[in-house]
């Protein structure tokens, strides 16, 4: 029986195997021990399959590119295995078993022993078959819950750890600024504070699970135009510094993250991946980022075939190589025998090469892939008969009973009650009508990003790998008593009505109707929400509004369920809908949180991460706008939303009181602090979210007429009164001025406490005193919630 797995040595250590010297000497040692080949080897990853025979992994032949000889590259090194578990449905233990032998293959075939980082997507989980699908991150943003979050992302990150994994392509920092972009399922929210404290939990949990997160895509890829994927970002300075910008210097200084991806778009004309001032002068300088900048899946090859700013590859790798780029993926293309070649003959400096190798390298050496005693067993495997692979099929479960009760947790506190005029919780209804394309469907739940979205849709034969139960099944056995009619009505996106007739007949028949609607998750044009799915605008897809219709003009009560990946428009039943209930693909428990919701069996606790809007036609447009982006009368279109960002309901009643203003004026280096009491005044138990929100009424420069700048989560029993504390520093009110440097200007400034930013309960006018204050990466980032004064009974 196999248990140890050993890679070749020498009587006397080298210096770069020495752990004992500084990880500054050793990769310097190693550096200058390196052929330019070698060096090169270890900036490029390849893509790969793993076997499900538990043998070596086979280079992944994708479209955009040309077949890999992996036997020719590995002499001189590989820097990184792109997707092993992520390619093709394989079983987790042989999946394993697969890397671990091809990690000695590598290790092996290089004169210095040095194994390749293995890297996957985990954007709503381990993108593995048979791994947990969690909700997609917009539905993080709607938890507002960054310990939950941060408790997810560790047991993701352990089970890529137990199996040979070493850095995840997560999270996604993007800010929505068009809902019409096709990934906003992947991303946390429109408000950048919202995105940084979720995202930055996400990355704690991560990273202290041993795994090197990536944060994604650096920086401006949701500023795109009109939406489009992968479309030029027309965006200015300003609005780059103050809303797309906070969230990745949130997560680096505060998470620790230790890999950024740099994006597809270009903003003015400048692509990320060849902008040396983004990479380098913002990202290493002024933040001082010291990890490995990996470039977007073909983003280097686009400098040429996209972005026409390089003649070849060469040029292509070399612009990105002093941008700041240290790592092509998913494989070898532009920093092969192209960047060779371009060093040899004096067009790209070997001082560039030898810079983006010091990082990688350094990055190798803190995950211990430079020690003597390196072992590519992973933990999932010790104690296992490796020379059986068979017995090892079924070995390792990444879907257990605690992701399970994580996913289930995330799942109901991410469900947001929109409008609700009594029928919920539904109680004891004797017949209900469960009509819509969602109902019945089991992937539903799932984002693009998931594994049976993303990679199973290819492999039809292959089972799902997880238990996906529907709302039919999860409603089911919420209300075992009820006779439960099921209705497709019309598919998600095919326009087909033909349905329409059995669904009217049976909301006519029931005493409520749950109409579950929303979107299916896909890829470049597969689905209706995902990467390449974008929208003309924010009408429900297919003829799904049409069903909505057919259904309210029944008169029997309409619950609205919306299984989605981005807001929609919902037209009329915004004001007819008895309630409407919203969950972004809520995972592999999804259905179950929704039942439970429906049933009242637990409590909404969710809010917005996005606006909806109540015009399918108004994007752009997100609740940060300044006074000009609101609605006026100077034009006939009107961005309200239906519902605003951070709004959601719950199944009791919370009266917000006695504010206490302790600090009216503070220095522009200084502090407010406020307290309130929050008081549950219903018969059930809730929880309620107080958000902070700062209006600044006159500035240097336009302002947004509110922005996010703390919240906390306070749950409730009947009765309960908790009094919240609120530190407010200054340094939350900075901006960036006319100069591009970020001030903090003396004068008034409102803190709106708010159950949503349209819904301000309590406000306290404060004003900043003394002179003009520039801060920089160093200044303070949070408003600080906590426990005041007991209050009175």
Known sequence: MITDVAVKTTPEVPLWNDPALPVTARVSALIEAMTLEEKIGQLFGVWVGASDEGGDVAPHQHEMEEAVDLDALLPTGLGQLTRPFGTAPVDPALGALSLLRTQ???????????????????????????????????????????????????????????????????PVLDVVRDARWGRVEETIGEDPYLVGTIGTAYVRGLEGAGIVATLKHFAGYSASRAGRNLAPAPMGPRERADVLLPPFEMALREGGARSVMS????????????????????????WGFDGTVVADYFGIAFLRTLHSVAAD???AAGTALRAGVDVELP??????????????????????IDRALRRVLTQKAALGLLDPDWNPLPSALEGADLD??????????????????????????????????????????????????????????????????HIGVHHPQTPVGIELPTLRDTLGAEFPDADLT????????????????????????????????????????????????????????????GLLDALLDTGTPVVTVLLAGRPYALGRAVAESAAIVQSFFPGVEGTAALAGVLSGRTSPSGRLPVSVPRGAG????????????????????????????????????????????????????????????????????????????????????????????????????????????????????????????????????????????????????????????????????????????????
Request: hydrophobic share 40%; charged share 20%; aromatic share 6%.
């Open 313 to 315: 590859w060469a040029q």
């Open 618 to 793: 108004t994007q752009p447009s997100t609740y940060l706008g300044a006074r000009l982006a609101q609605a006026s009368e100077v034009s006939n279109v009107d961005p309200t939303p239906a519902f605003g960002f951070g709004h959601g309901l719950t199944y009791t009643t919370f009266a917000w009181s006695d504010l206490a203003v302790e600090t009216e004026e503070a220095a522009t280096d200084g502090e407010f602090a406020l307290s309130l009491t929050v008081r549950n005044t219903g018969d059930r138990h809730g929880t309620e979210v107080v958000q902070l929100y700062l209006h600044d009424p006159v500035a240097s420069v336009v302002q947004p007429v509110q922005r996010l700048v703390g919240y906390t989560r306070l749950p409730l029993a009947p009765g309960e009164a908790r009094r919240v504390r609120v530190t407010v520093p200054a340094d939350v009110a900075s901006f960036t001025g006319r100069d591009g440097r970020r001030v903090v200007e003396p004068g008034e400034l409102e803190l709106r406490l708010a159950a949503s930013s349209a819904d301000p309960r309590l406000t306290a006018t404060v004003t900043l005193t003394g002179p003009e204050r520039h801060v920089d990466h160093t200044r303070r980032l949070h408003a600080v919630f906590g426990p005041a004064d007991p209050a009175g009974a």
């Open 331 to 352: 494989t070898v293309k532009t920093f092969g025998a192209p960047l060779v070649e371009a060093v040899t003959a004096g067009r790209v400096p070997e001082s560039v």
């Open 388 to 453: 059986d692979p068979e017995a090892l099929r079924g070995r390792i479960d990444l879907d257990g009973p605690a992701n399970r009760e994580l996913a289930r947790a995330v799942a109901e506190e991410a469900v947001v009650l929109l409008s609700n005029d009594g029928t919920l919780p539904l109680g004891r209804p004797r017949r209900i009508a469960l009509v819509g394309p969602n109902a019945d469907e089991a992937t539903a739940v799932l984002g693009c990003y998931s594994f049976p979205q």
């Open 104 to 170: 000695t293959r590598i290790a092996a075939a290089n004169r210095f022993g040095i194994p390749a980082v293995a890297h996957e997507e985990c954007l709503a989980g381990f993108a593995a078959w048979g791994a947990t699908a969690y909700p997609v991150p917009l539905s993080w943003g709607a938890t507002f819950d960054p310990d939950l979050i941060g408790r997810m992302a560790a047991a993701i990150g352990r089970d890529m750890r137990s199996v040979g994994v070493h850095q995840g392509l997560a």
């Open 486 to 545: 099921v209705v497709r009505g019309t598919g998600v996106d095919d326009g087909d009505l033909s349905g329409l007739p059995d669904a009217v007949r049976a909301a006519q028949d029931a005493d409520v109707v749950v109409a579950v609607l929303g979107d299916r998750a896909g890829l470049f044009g597969r689905g209706t929400s995902g990467e390449g799915c974008d929208v003309e605008s924010l009408v429900l897809p297919g003829a799904q509004q």
């Open 263 to 286: 994006s597809y778009t270009d903003t003015d004309g400048v692509p990320a991946a060849a902008d040396e001032a983004l990479l380098t002068g913002l990202l290493r300088d002024t």
